[in-house]
């Protein structure tokens, strides 16, 4: 009896600091970041794209493994725009921890030619609110922080959401051309990590 009343406590103290620690920090939440699945998929990144651009992949430029994602449009007048994106819906990290979104891009005569024009990455926590009607903390994105644009090199965009909200289902992640954007970027080793 004493051994059975002795073990009940430590199992509940094991179980409790689990729960409590979510995801430990460093955790990379999305899948094939580098794009080297091993049946040669891009799953699960997936392609949202509207008319006027071209989404696919390239085994010719990439920057580590074997093959990289890429948006194309060479309308400067599409107010379309056209996305990768992954969902994560594992295990959420706990309330408060900070997830920073790490794409490297290259991109290929980018050029912006409207307000909302530009490439970016976005973070959003679903349900887009929680149960008391808020979407604050609930979404971030490089849209009007960071101009991208020009040819260059391999060059890594970083964006943080500060704390992850409560009551949170999934987790998806955007890789994006805007309206009014022209050229070509690549897409290569994409990261979500808890931090």
């Keep these: ?18 729960e409590d620690d979510g995801l ?13 699945s091993p049946d040669g998929s891009v799953s699960p990144w997936m392609p949202v794209t509207e ?3 071209t989404l696919g992949t ?4 990439f920057r580590s ?15 379309n725009s056209a996305t990768w994106r992954q969902t994560y819906n594992g295990p ?14 290259k991109g290929e005569d980018i050029a912006l030619k409207g307000p909302e024009s ?30 991208v644009s020009g040819t260059f090199d391999w060059t890594q965009l970083r964006l943080t959401l500060p704390s ?4 949170v289902d999934n987790i998806v992640v955007y890789l994006s051309m805007g309206s009014r954007t022209t050229g070509k970027i690549y897409f290569d080793d994409i990261t979500l990590t808890v931090e």
């Design 1 to 18: 009896m004493k051994r059975i009343s002795l073990l009940i406590p430590i199992f509940a103290l094991f179980i409790s600091c689990t």
């Design 24 to 36: 430990p920090v460093n955790t990379q939440l999305l899948k094939n970041p580098d794009l080297a």
């Design 51 to 53: 008319p006027g651009f």
């Design 58 to 61: 390239s085994t010719e430029i």
């Design 65 to 79: 493994a074997s093959k990289s994602l890429f948006i194309e449009n060479s309308d400067s007048l599409n107010t």
């Design 92 to 105: 959420m990290p706990k309330k408060g921890r900070k997830l920073v979104l790490r794409a490297f891009l």
């Design 118 to 147: 530009n490439v970016f990455i976005s973070i959003r926590a679903f349900p887009v609110e929680d149960s008391n009607g808020s979407t604050f903390g609930r979404y971030v994105t490089t849209l009007n922080q960071i101009g």
């Design 164 to 167: 992850t909200p409560e009551e």
